[in-house]
């Protein structure tokens, strides 16, 4: 018989949600202190008068951003890796997977397979092996060396087989009997029924490509292809918005004209970081429905 909740209980839900409101307080109160700081004055932003809440509204940093051809570029390159990568990388996890999770199906060769993954999942060949063999295959200063070699990632390929041999066997054994090909099967039954596990692991893939930055620095020359993240390590660490803010400020007062006379170069790193946020926190809320269906679905299983 279920009775009132104790008076007890009650303090801890509102001990427990006032602990969980304070942290997540905490966690957003850095990424104000940059969105502020990106919106403030000149004067504001190189005196650190900037807290939480803009000084000197102004969006010169943005637009300072927007005509920089290199930021624009980079931006576009992230965006093509991250279309490009994430449905060749789900195609590629649920293409292993099901063979994999299928252990009634004739597989030589299965464990060791298996094996193999993991050994690669735990160890590494090493930076400079790594970029000898890319070197061989040609993949050096090209955009596909920003997405083939990750394509299959095993930590993600082990959650999806560990979903599929959680499916129902009946729906593929009865579909088998009615003339259905495994591909039937793999693409008709199992990738439907496992949205909520491909979503999440399209999220994981998506946030992997768009916040990487060491591959482009380490394999890519070729300014013109380097992805957001690489481009805004460069620009953060070697000091260039600097010397770009000084040159876009003199060839203004030799035009006559005071364009982007608010931006700063500590400004501009925090407009950086905004814009390369912000497509994470869009993409997000539309996929957040598939992590609460992928938790509860384990419960429900009998």
Known sequence: MVTGRRLGDRLVDVLLWSILALLAVLSLLPFLTVIARSL???VAVTTNQVSFW???FNVDNYVYLMRDNWFVNAFAVSVARVLAG???????IVITAYPLSQDRLHMPGRTVFKIIMLVGLLFSGGLIPIYLAYKSLGLLNHFAVL???????IFLA???IN???GLPQELSESAMLDGASHFDVLFRIFVPLSRPALATVALFSAVGHWNSWFDGIVFVSRQELWPLQSYLYVQVTTRNLNRMVEVER???RQAGVLDFAQATPEALQAAMIVLA???IILVYPFLQRYFVTGLTLGSLKG
């Open 158 to 160: 082990i959650i999806i």
């Open 250 to 252: 003199n060839q203004s």
């Open 147 to 153: 997405v083939v070699p990750g394509a299959l990632n």
């Open 163 to 165: 979903f599929f041999r």
């Open 40 to 42: 403030s004055s000149f």
């Open 54 to 56: 803009p000084i000197g």
């Open 277 to 279: 946020t912000v497509p």
């Open 86 to 92: 994430v449905p060749l990388t789900l195609l590629l």
